[in-house]
C-alpha cells in the first residue's frame, strides 16, 4: 500500500482526512457475477454506504440476521457548503430510515426484532457530520473468515442488478486489506457521525423537529460541542459544483418539458430524440428568450385588456385612472 504525497491545498482539514490519499495495491485471481451471498453467512457487518441503499440494509437485516449490524450513511459531496444542507441531510437519513424499517416486507414479529435490535445496540446507525465520506465500505467477519468488499456500488438494488456500470473488489482473510479499510471505515464512524434511531412512525423531514436532528440531538444530550466539516469553496469550485450545476439544468430545462411532455422512455429506459422534438425544442427556447428579453416595466394591450407590468388593468377604469398607474410605475 502506497500513500500519495498530500497537496498543496489551503482548504480546512476534514476530521477524517490523514496524510493523504491511499493506493491499495492487489493480484486478482478470479471474476464472477454479483450474488448477495456475498453478505451471508457472517456474525457480524459494518458498512460506509449512502443513503440511497437503505432498503436493501434492512432487507440484509431481515434475510441473514447479523448478530452485530453497523452501518454509517454518507454522501456524495453533493450539498452545498452550507452547514443548513448537512443538517438537511441529516433528516431526510432520519425519515428514509424509518420508512424502510416499518415497510419492510416481513412478519410483525420479525419487524419487531429489527426495532428490538435497535433498543439494544446490536444494529446501529449512523449519519455523516463531515462531508470526506465518499467511500463504499463493507467489513464482514466471522469465526473463520474476515471479508472487505469496496468498490463504486452503493449498497442498493440498483446498485447491484448490473443495470448500470460498478465495481466491487473483494478481499478474503487479507489482513492489509482488513487493517487498511478497517481504519478508514472507523475514522469516519468515531468522529464525523451522529447516531440514528428508527422511529415506528415515521415524521416527513421537513416536519421532524429540530431539536430531533441527529447533530442538534446530539449537542444538546451531551451539553458539549459538535464539529461539522463544511469545506471553503473557491469561485472556480463553486462554478463546477453540482449544486451550481442543477441551478444551470433547472433553467435549461424549462424550454424543454412542452417539447418533452409526450415522450416516454421504452421498457430499456431508451428515448429517440426526433426532428420535430428538436424543431419545438428551438421554437420554444426562441419564445422564451423573447419573453425574458422584455422590459421590466411595460404597458401594452392585446385589443381587450391593458397589460401594465404582467397586471392587467380594467378598461371600465377612468382614462385618468390608467395614466395615474402608468405615471406611478
Known sequence: MQQQHRLGFDDPDSLTRDAGLSVVKAISSD?????????????????????????MIV????????????????????????????????????????????????????????????????????????????????????EDLRRVIVGSANLSETAFSGRQAETLIVFDNDDIAWKHYSTQYEAVRNVATSRLTPRNKPIPAEHIPVEEIPVLKEVDEGQ????????????????VSLPKV????????????????????DRNGHISITPRIVKESITISRSRRSEDDRPDVYLSFNGQNFDLSGEL?????????????????
Open 313 to 329: 388593468l380594467n378598461l371600465q377604469a377612468d382614462p385618468g385612472d390608467i395614466r395615474g398607474d402608468v405615471a406611478r410605475w
Open 59 to 142: 432487507s440484509l437485516l431481515r434475510d441473514f440476521s447479523y448478530d452485530d449490524f453497523e452501518c454509517v450513511f454518507g454522501h456524495q459531496g453533493i450539498l452545498s457548503s452550507d452547514v443548513s444542507d448537512v443538517l438537511a441531510f441529516q433528516t431526510v437519513v432520519d425519515e428514509e430510515l424509518s420508512k424502510a424499517f416499518v415497510g419492510v416486507e416481513t412478519t410483525d414479529e420479525r419487524r419487531q426484532a429489527l426495532f428490538d435490535g435497535v433498543a439494544a445496540s446490536t444494529v446501529r446507525f449512523f449519519v455523516v457530520k463531515d462531508k470526506i465520506a465518499h467511500a463504499k465500505i463493507y467489513l464482514l467477519e466471522r
Open 224 to 239: 458539549r460541542d459538535v464539529r461539522i466539516y463544511v469545506p471553503v469553496e473557491s469561485s472556480e469550485e463553486a462554478e
Open 31 to 55: 471474476v464472477e457475477p454479483f450474488d448477495v451471498n456475498l453478505f451471508s453467512g457472517f456474525t457480524s457487518m459494518k458498512a460506509l454506504t449512502y443513503t440511497a441503499s437503505i432498503r
Open 246 to 265: 442543477l441551478q444551470t439544468v433547472v433553467k435549461v430545462a424549462a424550454p424543454l418539458r412542452r417539447a418533452m411532455s409526450e415522450v416516454r422512455p
